[in-house]
């Protein structure tokens, strides 16, 4: 007679990975060294004039959306359900409302952040960011990049990579700082350290959001607004 052994149970504290590792190593490499860093795109643009901003602004909205479009092909790959990612979804008023409640009080923090480590330590960036708006057209063309940032860059760093560092590393919390990291590099070399801190702390907290509501929506709403406030705040500095 063979003793009754009990089925191996599955491990419950991590969760199954969402992509194949092949496809996180290219997803991360695309994050961290953009095309313009090794395609001869300075070569086709020498010199960047203001009228040129707009198709710029073009130009990143397309592969923000081809970064999404590669993440979800990974999805697909390990055969993984979008709403994995995305978590908990609003059912009725209540959850819409304490969500919108929640991403108002993030950008409150966020922004507090911003100020402090500005008045602290200065500007974020080396050289001033040439694709902040000065007059309306430009404004209307980053408005959607900045609504497009929230939603794609919340569902890579803090839906995808988190749930897969998390899977492969049975830690939440590695899973939690090390995708604030590749999100703070991911925003270009040009930053000062006051930036690359900024976007850190800025990753963590929104790992920790995502991970507490069980949902990317409260970081998406956040995220996006933040990033249209800031835009439509520079275009009206600019206009005075």
């Given at each position: ?93 209540q959850?819409?409302?304490r969500?919108?409640?929640l ?21 974020f ?29 919340e ?30 590099l ?17 990753g963590?907290?929104?790992?920790l959001l ?21 835009a439509?705040?520079?275009f ?5």
């Amino acid at each position: 007679m063979f003793p009754n052994v009990a089925p191996a149970q599955p491990d419950v504290s991590r969760p199954q990975r969402v992509a194949p590792l092949w496809h996180t190593v290219v997803l991360v490499l695309l994050l961290l060294f953009p095309p313009f860093m090794w395609l001869p795109l300075k070569a086709w643009f020498p010199a960047v004039h203001r009228g040129d901003i707009p198709f710029l602004h073009i130009i990143t909205l397309q592969y923000q959306w081809i970064l999404f479009l590669f993440m979800w092909f990974g999805l697909l790959v390990r055969e993984t359900k979008f709403r994995t990612l995305v978590g908990t979804l609003w059912k009725t008023a209540q959850d819409a409302l304490r969500d919108c409640g929640l991403a108002l009080l993030f950008f409150v923090g966020s922004m507090t952040l911003v100020l402090v480590l500005y008045t602290l330590f200065g500007a974020f960036d080396r050289t001033p960011d040439k694709s902040l708006p000065q007059n309306m057209v430009e404004l209307l063309t980053i408005l959607p990049v900045m609504i497009s940032a929230g939603i794609c860059e919340e569902t890579i760093c803090r839906g995808y990579l988190q749930r897969q560092i998390h899977s492969l590393t049975g830690s939440i919390w590695v899973a939690i700082v090390l995708q604030a990291v590749i999100f703070s590099l991911a925003h270009g070399y040009d930053q000062t350290p006051a930036g690359y801190v900024d976007k850190l702390l800025y990753g963590v907290g929104a790992g920790l959001l995502a991970n507490w509501r069980k949902s990317l929506l409260p970081g998406i709403l956040s995220h996006s607004f933040q990033d249209t406030f800031a835009a439509t705040a520079s275009f009206l500095s600019s206009s005075l």
